[in-house]
């Protein structure tokens, strides 16, 4: 019998659109505003998909949304006649509506298709209102991906706001977006960073003024992060951009996740940047964190049989740290079932590729009596088990140890649940 799963997307290869890309990159930053150059309803999926997010980070010394979304509205006859008058009217909407210190246009994939020339049409407004116009020409699915629009965006912000810098800082800039100044990612970044001594409040390209843009390059150091190998691959490459066009170094790892990670990615860092005696400090403030929770959550949590179920292709490369926090925490790992089309010989190779623990591997067909034995379920998509209780797997893994600990707090939340009925915490 085959496992419930509730909006399942089985997809062979993921596609993306650059366009909401482009309007992370900005949407926190004051002064900007976006335009897409697209049919209304682009920018009303990025709305409906950006909702939840938007909803979360509405909170006391949380950042919320300052660029508004425009879309110039391509209608079926400009697929014929062009669209270049919608984005030239456009923008002068926005221009007087608004009053933008900068413009970043997004090109969708139908703007691509019919060639129009949003270059040019920026171009010659920004010549005739004198307000910055950056154009993205990554074009929706055509020829882009989320993290596309984002790398071409933030290039572009580098290219009109920032010089080389005459005076450089002992600071980092943490290039992406993870839930702005305010978020557990950022403060969970700084804790592991702070016996360093070193200032990581400058953020690019996101949560950015013009102010905070020009002064980028002053930082020593860049620090790219993305959570999963597609996005740090982006991030890295932003890194290597901005290295060479303003003389700054950039670490080039991307943050730890987990109990092993942790320690090798403390030493390296001490390293790069010439503090190895910081190091045992780091180290020893990071493993503090988590004995901390293990102390607290582990007489509940030790014992407990936990299964994890797979549905679909997980944002990090790899899971061995999801493993090692539970067997910190005495949990046993019954084992791993592979949901959809995955075959058994599949699945084998794909936890030999996670260098993961010795545990039994299933597939959904044979996998469903291990999830109704299990205690307590990690997964990464939500199972339909009247009696299942699920954490769903954090979409951005967390920072180094002190992250775990709200996992480990959910986790615990599972466990002391006294009626045998189906939950799922998320993990984020």
Same mark, same amino acid.
């Given at each position: 019998?085959?496992? !419930?799963?509730?909006?399942?997307?089985?997809?062979?290869?993921?596609?993306?659109?650059?366009?909401? !890309?482009?309007? $992370?990159?900005?949407?926190?930053?004051?002064?900007?505003?976006?335009?897409?150059?697209?049919?209304?309803?682009?920018?009303?999926?990025?709305?409906?998909?950006?909702?939840?997010?938007?909803?979360?980070?509405?909170?006391?010394?949380?950042?919320?949304?300052?660029?508004?979304?425009?879309?110039? +509205?391509?209608?079926?006859?400009?697929?014929?006649?062009?669209?270049?008058?919608?984005?030239?009217?456009?923008?002068?909407?926005?221009?007087?509506?608004?009053?933008?210190?900068?413009?970043?246009?997004?090109?969708?994939?139908?703007? %691509?298709?019919?060639?129009?020339?949003?270059?040019?049409?920026?171009?010659?407004?920004?010549?005739?209102?004198?307000?910055?116009?950056?154009?993205?020409?990554?074009?929706?699915?055509?020829?882009?991906?989320?993290?596309?629009?984002?790398?071409?965006?933030?290039?572009?912000?580098?290219?009109?706001?920032?010089? /080389?810098?005459?005076?450089?800082?002992?600071?980092?800039?943490?290039?992406?977006?993870?839930?702005? /100044?305010?978020?557990?990612?950022? $403060?969970?970044?700084?804790?592991?960073? *702070?016996?360093?001594?070193? /200032?990581?409040?400058?953020?690019?390209?996101?949560?950015?003024?013009?102010?905070?843009? *020009?002064?980028?390059?002053?930082?020593?150091?860049?620090?790219?992060?993305?959570?999963?190998?597609?996005?740090?691959? =982006?991030?890295?490459?932003?890194?290597?951009?901005?290295?060479?066009?303003?003389?700054?170094?950039?670490? /080039?790892?991307?943050?730890?996740?987990?109990?092993?990670?942790?320690?090798?990615?403390? +030493?390296?860092?001490?390293?790069?940047?010439?503090?190895?005696?910081? *190091?045992?400090?780091?180290?020893?403030?990071?493993?503090?964190?988590?004995?901390?929770?293990? $102390?607290?959550?582990?007489?509940?949590?030790?014992?407990?049989?936990?299964?994890? *179920?797979?549905?679909? +292709?997980?944002?990090?490369?790899?899971?061995? =740290?999801?493993?090692?926090?539970?067997?910190?925490?005495?949990?046993?790992?019954? %084992?791993?079932?592979?949901?959809?089309?995955?075959?058994?010989?599949?699945?084998?190779?794909?936890?030999?590729? =996670?260098?993961?623990?010795?545990?039994?591997?299933?597939?959904?067909?044979?996998?469903?009596?291990?999830?109704?034995?299990?205690?307590?379920?990690?997964?990464?998509?939500?199972?339909?088990?009247?009696?299942?209780?699920?954490?769903?797997?954090?979409?951005?893994?967390?920072?180094?140890?002190?992250?775990?600990?709200?996992?480990?707090?959910?986790?615990?939340?599972?466990?002391?649940?006294?009626?045998?009925?189906?939950?799922?915490?998320?993990?984020?």
């Amino acid at each position: 019998m085959a496992v !419930g799963k509730r909006r399942w997307l089985a997809a062979k290869t993921s596609c993306s659109c650059s366009m909401p !890309g482009v309007w $992370r990159a900005v949407a926190h930053n004051p002064g900007a505003a976006v335009v897409y150059h697209s049919p209304k309803a682009c920018t009303h999926i990025t709305g409906r998909m950006d909702l939840y997010q938007y909803y979360r980070e509405e909170r006391p010394g949380q950042a919320v949304y300052t660029a508004p979304l425009i879309s110039s +509205q391509i209608e079926e006859k400009h697929v014929i006649f062009g669209a270049h008058r919608v984005l030239s009217d456009c923008l002068d909407y926005v221009i007087a509506t608004y009053r933008p210190a900068y413009i970043v246009v997004a090109n969708s994939c139908l703007s %691509g298709v019919i060639g129009d020339d949003s270059e040019g049409i920026c171009k010659e407004k920004e010549a005739e209102t004198g307000v910055p116009i950056l154009n993205v020409d990554a074009r929706g699915f055509l020829d882009g991906e989320y993290y596309g629009g984002f790398f071409e965006a933030a290039k572009a912000l580098a290219d009109r706001f920032m010089q /080389p810098a005459t005076e450089r800082l002992d600071g980092i800039c943490v290039l992406g977006e993870k839930g702005g /100044p305010a978020s557990a990612f950022s $403060r969970d970044l700084r804790d592991l960073l *702070a016996p360093f001594g070193l /200032p990581t409040e400058q953020r690019f390209p996101a949560y950015s003024s013009l102010a905070d843009l *020009a002064a980028v390059p002053r930082n020593r150091l860049l620090l790219p992060v993305g959570g999963s190998a597609s996005a740090f691959t =982006w991030m890295e490459k932003l890194a290597k951009y901005m290295a060479e066009r303003f003389d700054q170094e950039y670490f /080039p790892h991307d943050y730890p996740i987990g109990r092993r990670a942790t320690k090798a990615w403390l +030493q390296e860092f001490a390293r790069f940047i010439g503090k190895e005696e910081q *190091a045992a400090e780091a180290v020893r403030l990071q493993e503090e964190h988590l004995n901390e929770a293990l $102390r607290k959550y582990r007489p509940q949590l030790a014992g407990k049989r936990v299964a994890i *179920a797979l549905g679909r +292709q997980v944002r990090q490369a790899s899971l061995r =740290w999801l493993t090692d926090m539970l067997d910190d925490a005495g949990m046993v790992t019954t %084992g791993i079932v592979f949901l959809s089309e995955t075959d058994a010989a599949a699945a084998a190779k794909q936890q030999a590729e =996670w260098d993961l623990p010795a545990v039994p591997t299933y597939t959904e067909a044979d996998g469903e009596d291990l999830l109704d034995a299990a205690d307590l379920i990690l997964t990464n998509m939500e199972l339909e088990g009247e009696n299942y209780r699920q954490m769903y797997i954090p979409m951005v893994p967390p920072v180094g140890l002190i992250g775990l600990v709200r996992l480990y707090e959910k986790l615990y939340r599972l466990a002391c649940r006294r009626r045998r009925s189906g939950v799922v915490l998320y993990g984020w």
